[in-house]
């Protein structure tokens, strides 16, 4: 299935990530993730979109670009773009099992960011093939909670870079 990457450039605007997610639920359409964070300039918002639904996909561009507090939309194509989503992976590990679990972490690149006498916590940042592959080596410790941010991206490189006034 074809997944594609949306990125919005919008008015950081009270309610208008609530418009952007009823304009998809009014529609039916299915969204894999979405996330939100304010720029570099404070006025505006990007809002990343996952698709992978060919009907979506097609309609996104064009609904999406109609609403009044989008400023850019446009995809992030994957060979011209990098992606990164974050993960938080609380896992039950005793004194015996701890080391196995942050020697793993440790080969992914990740990092231990909490310790209790029963479990750890793990931040895995990287790409969703990145984290599936690490969440499968996990499959034989008990993964107590886990959160995934969804993804994130940028186009690479300063030609393709929105600039607003």
Same mark, same amino acid.
């Given at each position: 299935? !074809?997944?594609?990457?949306? %990125?919005?450039?919008? &008015?950081?605007?009270?309610?208008?990530?609530?418009?952007?997610?009823?304009?998809?639920?009014?529609?039916?359409?299915?969204?894999?993730?979405?996330?939100?964070?304010?720029?570099?300039?404070?006025r505006f918002t990007r809002i990343t979109i996952v698709a992978s639904?060919?009907?979506?996909?097609? !309609?996104?561009?064009? !609904?999406?670009?109609?609403?009044?507090?989008?400023?850019?939309?446009?995809? @992030?194509?994957?060979?011209?773009?990098?992606?990164?989503?974050?993960?938080?992976?609380?896992?039950?590990?005793?004194?015996? %099992?701890? !080391?196995?679990?942050?020697? @793993?972490?440790?080969?992914?690149?990740?990092?231990?960011? &909490?310790?209790?006498? &029963?479990?750890?916590?793990?931040?895995?940042?990287?790409? %969703? $093939?990145?984290? &599936? $592959?690490?969440?499968?080596?996990?499959?034989?410790?008990?993964?107590?909670?886990? *959160?995934?941010?969804?993804? *994130?991206? @940028?186009?690479?490189?300063?030609?393709?870079?929105?600039? @607003?006034?």
């Amino acid at each position: 299935m !074809q997944k594609k990457v949306f %990125q919005l450039l919008v &008015d950081n605007t009270s309610g208008v990530l609530s418009r952007i997610s009823g304009l998809f639920s009014r529609r039916g359409y299915n969204i894999e993730s979405i996330t939100a964070g304010t720029t570099a300039d404070p006025r505006f918002t990007r809002i990343t979109i996952v698709a992978s639904d060919a009907e979506t996909l097609a !309609q996104i561009e064009k !609904q999406v670009g109609k609403l009044e507090d989008v400023r850019d939309v446009k995809e @992030l194509e994957p060979e011209i773009s990098v992606y990164r989503e974050l993960a938080l992976i609380k896992v039950r590990a005793n004194e015996e %099992q701890r !080391q196995g679990v942050i020697l @793993l972490t440790n080969t992914f690149r990740g990092n231990i960011i &909490d310790v209790a006498v &029963d479990s750890l916590i793990i931040e895995m940042t990287g790409g %969703q $093939a990145k984290i &599936d $592959a690490f969440l499968n080596l996990l499959s034989g410790y008990e993964i107590l909670e886990l *959160a995934r941010t969804g993804i *994130a991206g @940028l186009g690479r490189g300063s030609g393709n870079v929105t600039y @607003l006034n």
